[in-house]
Structure formats: C-alpha cells, structure tokens
C-alpha cells in the first residue's frame, strides 16, 4: 500500500523503515526540511534506525522523505506520529492538529488514518476524525477509516526488538479495526485488538502513568530513607528478590523525558477538564518529582555546608545532562533545574554529558566541559546525576574532594548518596 508516516522522529521513522521493508511503499513526511534533508541523505538520526537501513528502502525507492504535502496524495494509510507536548501543564494538541488538516486535504474515499501520538482518551474520535471530515468533507467511518494505536517504544531498548513488541490496535468501527489490525500485523509478531480507541489512548497512558507514579513513590521514600538511616539501594535491591508482584524502580534526580512526566499529566488534565476532579496520584507524583531537584540542591547545600564551604561561589561539576542513562535527548531532564537552582544561589556551574548531539549544547543553561581529572579535581562538588557509560567511576572516586551520587555508583569517604 502507499502509506505516510507523519512525523520522522524516535517514533515515526523506525515504523516508516519497518513499512518499507516489508514491502509497502512509504512517504515519510516532516515539516522539519533539516530532518527530510537528512533522511533523503541517507543519514538516520535515530538509534534504533542504522542509516544502512536507512539507504537500502532509499535506494530501493520503497521509502522517501518529504515535507512536501503534496507527495502525500494517494495514499492508502497515513500514521500519526508527531509530539504531543505540554504547554504550560496543558496538552498541546497542536501538532495532531496541523497534520490531520494536511492529512484530511489529501484524503481520499477508502483510504484509513491511524494516530499514534500519546494523548488522552477521546482524542481519536473528538479531535482527530472531525478535523480530517471538515478538511476532506468524506465521512469518518463511511468513506474513510481512522482508529488508535499507541506507541511501545524504549529507545535503546535491546531486550525487546521493535517488531517484536506487542502492538495495540484499535479503530473507530470494526472496517477500521480490521484494516488497521491488518497493517500492523505486517509489521509487528503479535497485535492486540482492543474495542475502540478510547481503551487504547487509556490503555498506553495507563502503561506510562504506572512508571511514573511508581518512580516518584520510590524518590519520595528516597528523601525519606536517609533520614531514617536506612540504605534505600540495598532495601529496593532486597525488594527486588521478590520474584513476582513486584517491579523494581530507582531513586533518581527527577523523572525526565518526553514520555513520563508528560503522558499522565494529559490524563489528569483530561480528568479535571471532564469530571472537575483531580486524579491525585498522578498530581501528587508531579509535585513529588518537581520537588527532587530542589532536594539534590538541598543535600549539595548540606555537604558543602559540613566542609565549611557554601553553594555560593563554589565551583559545581554535573556529570550526565540528559534524561537517563546512556539517552541523548535533554527533555524535561532535571539537570536543567538542577544547575538553574544552583546558579541561582552563586553556583559556578558546569556540566559534562558526551551523549549530548553537537549543537545541542545551545540548550544547555549550562557551560559544557569534559569530565576528565582535572575538571572533576577543580571542583568543590561533582554531582553523579546519569551514570552514562562513558563515565570513569574509579577517577571520579579517587579525584573528587566531593561527589553526591544520584545513581549509587559510586562510594567513598567522599561519597553520599540519593
Ligand atoms: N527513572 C528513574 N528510576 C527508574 C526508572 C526511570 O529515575 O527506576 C527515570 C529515568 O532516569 C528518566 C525517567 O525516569 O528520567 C523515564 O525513564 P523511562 O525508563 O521510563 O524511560 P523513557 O522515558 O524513555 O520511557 C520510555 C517509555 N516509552 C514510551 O513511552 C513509548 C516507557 O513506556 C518505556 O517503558 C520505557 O521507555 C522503557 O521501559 O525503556
């Protein structure tokens, strides 16, 4: 079939790849030029994607990349893929927005359209399908076919292979469910079909909701721990020989990303906007996770404190800038809170990441340095915040007058830990 992948990023390209590999024939369409420029040169800015695979659909023609609305025209089904951030708390569906529009103006009888966007339920048939209908003037259900199906995926994540994760598929009547559930079970090993998009917009929010209510919990009882004199690490870690009903989750400086700490807070504005009451754990999770910055900032200050030093105009080394071990995306990373509060309090701030993509320290708040001897020696505190792999653990040990260790890696007279 010609299918479209709307949106090129951590989602959409592998599906798009995948699509033309077994056989269908793909536009991947970004509004970003940068990206579509990239793409069509061959050079994959997604891990999961080698730009081998990359230049193989290229040369074969199965796949092409565009921002060029009209190359979407004719298509048999187009997938959804774009960012569903928030702005200021509140879900911005812009992105869905914008691109059913393009979608629906190239939207032909028979044809299907399947969002994947994380976003609250409802979506799918309030948002989504009345956009393509008034852009297409067709009929949703009658003359084209839409439905839901959430994205599964962890980047770096070599356990479970992209095709090889259950995938759920939903459509807004049982024509769309089954053209659905038949594109993606060319793709994926196993899909589960579920009774409208609702249950799958719920059902991948509930999945995320899960982890960052968990993590929070387990931060909170971190800040809570220490006090009590109990070692959190060595406790989970006994937890953890719990062979079932359990899942093990670590003390960390704040749940960052693009997924966790975003995803549930659509579904607690979904529910407040609906019912006028608040789905409290997540709002507590989100106060809990907004406030573990402030606590790294707080225990930093302590030490410095017993050392006869302050946080004003000590010289600060952050190890690990991104949002968790070995990622390169800087989204909603508590690195950036983290040195905002120190700067704040006179702090000579510096940070070390070498998984950050070059051009991207532009975001950073900030100045970029290697984490080699001599930095970690002219600080007055390193703070372990991603234990990335690219670290030197023992130098960090012996070279550091001070090092809080958010990550448990390290110990010493000159260590603490979360
Ligand atoms: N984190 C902790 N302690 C933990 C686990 C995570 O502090 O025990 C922190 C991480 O450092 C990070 C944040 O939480 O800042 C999120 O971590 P994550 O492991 O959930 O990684 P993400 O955000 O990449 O989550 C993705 C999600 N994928 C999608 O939403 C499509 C999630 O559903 C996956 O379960 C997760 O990857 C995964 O398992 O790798």
């Not at 997924?259 to 009451?277: N, T, Y």
């Not at 070498?354 to 930095?375: F, Y």
Request: aromatic content about 8%.
């Amino acid at each position: 079939m010609k299918v479209v992948v709307a949106g090129q990023g951590y989602v959409g390209l592998p599906l798009a790849v995948r699509a033309a590999e077994v056989g269908h024939r793909v536009v991947g369409y970004d509004v970003d030029l940068e990206r579509t420029a990239r793409l069509s040169a061959g050079r994959s800015y997604v891990a999961d994607v080698a730009s081998s695979r990359l230049h193989t659909v290229l040369d074969s023609g199965a796949y092409s990349a565009t921002a060029d609305a009209g190359a979407l025209v004719g298509y048999d089904i187009a997938v959804i893929t774009v960012p569903t951030p928030l702005r200021d708390g509140v879900p911005d569906l812009s992105y869905i927005e914008s691109c059913a529009q393009t979608l629906g103006e190239h939207l032909r009888p028979g044809a299907t359209v399947v969002l994947e966007s994380t976003t609250y339920p409802g979506t799918t048939e309030e948002v989504l399908v009345p956009i393509l209908e008034k852009a297409s003037g067709l009929k949703g259900g009658v003359d084209f076919l839409a439905g839901f199906s959430p994205e599964r995926i962890a980047p770096g994540n070599t356990r479970w292979s992209f095709e090889g994760t259950p995938k759920l598929v939903s459509g807004m009547d049982a024509k769309s469910l089954d053209v659905i559930k038949g594109f993606y079970d060319g793709i994926f090993q196993t899909t589960v079909p579920v009774s409208g998009p609702k249950v799958a917009e719920m059902a991948k929010l509930i999945e995320n909701v899960f982890r960052f209510v968990n993590i929070s919990m387990i931060n909170e009882l971190a800040t809570l721990a220490a006090p009590l004199g109990v070692d959190i690490w060595e406790a989970i870690d006994a937890a953890a020989t719990k062979p079932f009903g359990f899942t093990r989750f670590t003390p960390g400086p704040g749940i960052g990303g693009h997924c966790l700490p975003v995803d549930p807070l659509f579904l607690s504005w979904k529910i407040r906007q609906e019912l006028g009451v608040p789905f409290r754990f997540v709002e507590l999770a989100d106060d809990v996770n907004r406030r573990m910055p402030d606590y790294v900032v707080q225990r930093l200050s302590e030490a410095l404190g017993k050392r006869g030093k302050s946080v004003s105009g000590a010289r600060i080394l952050l190890l690990g800038l991104t949002y968790k071990f070995n990622a390169i995306d800087l989204r909603n990373s508590p690195s950036a809170r983290i040195a905002e509060l120190l700067i704040d309090l006179g702090a000579d701030v510096r940070g070390a990441d070498p998984n950050i993509p070059d051009g991207d320290e532009i975001k950073l708040n900030v100045s970029r340095v290697d984490a080699n001897a001599e930095e970690i020696m002219a600080a007055d505190a390193v703070v372990l915040l991603m234990d990335h792999p690219q670290f030197d653990l023992p130098v960090i040990e012996k070279r550091a007058a001070y090092v809080f260790d958010c990550r448990n890696r390290l110990s010493g007279p000159n260590v603490e830990s979360l």
